[in-house]
C-alpha cells in the first residue's frame, strides 16, 4: 500500500507541476534555463510534500476513528 501512495504521489506531482509550467509559461521563459528548472523543481518539492503530508494526516484521521469505534464496541 505505501509503493501504491508513493507512485500516485509521484504522478500527481508530475501532473501538477506540469500544469503550473503550462499555467506560467510565459513567466519562466523571462528568466534563465537555470532558474526556470530549479523554479519548476522547488514546486514539484513542494506539490509532493504537501501531498504526503495530506496522506500522513488521513491516515492519523483513520486510526483515531477505529480507536474510537473500537472503544464503542467494547
Do not use: P, Q
Request: charged residues 25%; contains cysteine; hydrophobic residues 50%.
Amino acid at each position: 500500500m505505501k509503493l501504491w501512495n508513493v507512485g500516485k504521489n509521484l504522478i500527481l506531482t508530475v501532473s501538477l507541476t506540469l500544469l503550473y509550467a503550462i499555467w506560467s509559461k510565459e513567466g519562466l521563459k523571462e528568466c534563465s534555463d537555470i532558474y526556470m528548472w530549479i523554479i519548476l523543481v522547488l514546486v514539484g518539492a513542494l506539490i509532493y510534500h504537501l501531498l504526503v503530508f495530506v496522506d500522513r494526516e488521513v491516515t492519523r484521521i483513520k486510526k483515531e476513528r477505529m480507536k474510537k469505534r473500537g472503544k464503542l464496541n467494547d
